[in-house]
């Protein structure tokens, strides 16, 4: 991958090992370059004066109430992102990656969409929150199971470096996380999915479609004028025959907006072919117009669902206390 130490080292003549060294400390958690002491003493220290020995770097930590973490990291330009660590039973976590600083796209109920277009994340940027959060889940005795692109940004308008990120994330070199044990996330970016078809680790895929309908969905969504929902589905259909696998439907419950039995019933209809799996996700507050739905409603679309044949499941939301959920990510005070 493009990599500022990688081609520092190279510029300087140094051998293809000493960039394995750096990797290698980065894996096992060194904070900076004195850290990296398989290097000489002199090297570390011309490095020192260039380069950071990581692209982003912590600045803030918030502990939620269930154990999740969130960070807000800086990028060497001085941009805020945030990447949170979920925990899971048998001292298992999943992190949930950041892949821009912000985002284009404005989903009327996300708090990233509303902060705005940000720059991509490179892909040192993407794999270094995968390598600290890596570190710090070892350091607790646990083990990084699992890595999310749900956090801010879209990812597959920024292929090129999730991509590479991905690659290095699921290298044996790298973290060595398996194809399923990566998803990548993204609200219907249909050119991204269709690179995805041609990307050679099979990871998985969520969709966020959170309505059954075009007028819905593009009253939430504003991409979906570009891309509507017959597009969107076709070309998940490609991913899911590419790798065999099911795509994730993600599908945000609204009360009153996407929520009812008919909507249900529409989903139901184009999801049948066997190719999804529905994911139904509790709405977490961002400021706006929405709520999410009461049990009862939220009973009454999983039974539609059920009743059609899907086994939709339901995600809760973590980390909700320090504004770490989904859609609630917008660089807010830690
Ligand atoms: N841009 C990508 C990935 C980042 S958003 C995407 O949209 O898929 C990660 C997930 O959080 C998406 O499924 C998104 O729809 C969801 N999300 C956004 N705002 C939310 C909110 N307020 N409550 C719950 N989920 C939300
Ligand atoms: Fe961007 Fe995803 Fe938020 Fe939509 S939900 S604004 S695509 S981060």
Known sequence: MSDQVASILKGWGEPDYRLRQVEDARRAGAREWAEVTTLPLSLRERLEEVVPLWSVVP???????????????RTADGLAIESVLISHARGRRTLCVSSQAGCALGCRFCATGAMGPGRDLTAREIADQALLAAAVAREAEARLGNIVFMGMGEPLQNTGAVFDAIREIHAPTGL??????????????????EEMVSFEVPVRLALSLHAADDDTRSALMPINNRWPI??????????ADRTGRRVFIEYLLLDGVNDSAADARRLASQLRDGR???????????????????PERVRR???????????????????ADIAAACGQLANTPA
């Open 230 to 239: 017959a597009n969107v589905l076709a070309a998940c259909r490609r991913y």
């Open 301 to 319: 679309f999983t039974e539609e669902l059920q009743a059609a044949g899907l086994h939709p499941s339901f995600r809760r939301s973590r980390g």
């Open 176 to 193: 060595g996380l398996s194809a399923r044990s990566i998803a990548v996330s993204t609200a219907g970016w249909v050119p991204g999915i």
């Open 276 to 294: 999804f799996h529905v994911n139904l996700i509790e709405y977490n507050a961002t400021g706006g117009a929405y709520r999410g739905s009461p």
């Open 59 to 73: 600045d803030a930590l918030a502990e939620s109430r269930d154990g999740t973490l969130k960070w807000r990291l």
